[in-house]
């Protein structure tokens, strides 16, 4: 039976840091998202008040509703910014097995990568749908669909 490799406790301690971290960002950034909502975009996001763009639209029975789209704080960097490290830490739970293949350590980080960006794309659509020039306008000031600097 093969084994995992050893990893000290330097980088043991290191990758746990790294993968708590991960989780904190994607909990953090899923809290501003929730606040910023139901507070209207009246609160503080990074100790000020968020930029946010009034976004109109028509729902399927022809009514005029109005969404806030948040553009601030983690949802500045990207439009999907939380999936970034929700990918990471699944990364990091998968690399204590380091070499020991591929399917079994890394099978569940590249299906959620894979999972999470075609997830995107279709958000992008579907909101570019619902919001139009609303959502260009996001878009524009928010131009990195996960990554920043990777359009």
């Not at 789209?69 to 990091?92: N, Q, T």
């Not at 999470?116 to 260009?136: E, Q």
Request: net charge positive.
């Amino acid at each position: 039976v093969e084994h995992c490799p050893e990893w000290s406790p330097t980088g043991a301690v290191a990758l746990f840091l790294c993968g708590a971290t991960m989780v904190f960002i994607n909990y953090d950034s899923d809290n501003q998202r929730y606040v910023f909502r139901q507070t209207k975009g009246q609160c503080k996001i990074w100790g000020k008040i968020p930029n946010k763009i009034i976004a109109q639209y028509t729902t399927s029975g022809g009514l005029q509703r109005e969404s806030l789209l948040l553009v601030d704080g983690w949802w500045k960097i990207s439009r999907h910014f939380h999936y970034m490290p929700e990918i990471l830490a699944s990364l990091c739970w998968s690399l204590p097995a380091w070499n020991t293949g591929f399917v079994g350590p890394y099978f569940y980080v590249v299906y959620l990568t894979i999972l999470l960006v075609d997830r995107a794309y279709r958000d992008d659509d579907r909101c570019s749908k619902k919001y139009g020039i609303y959502w260009k306008q996001y878009c524009d000031q928010v131009p990195y669909k996960i990554v920043p600097g990777i359009v």
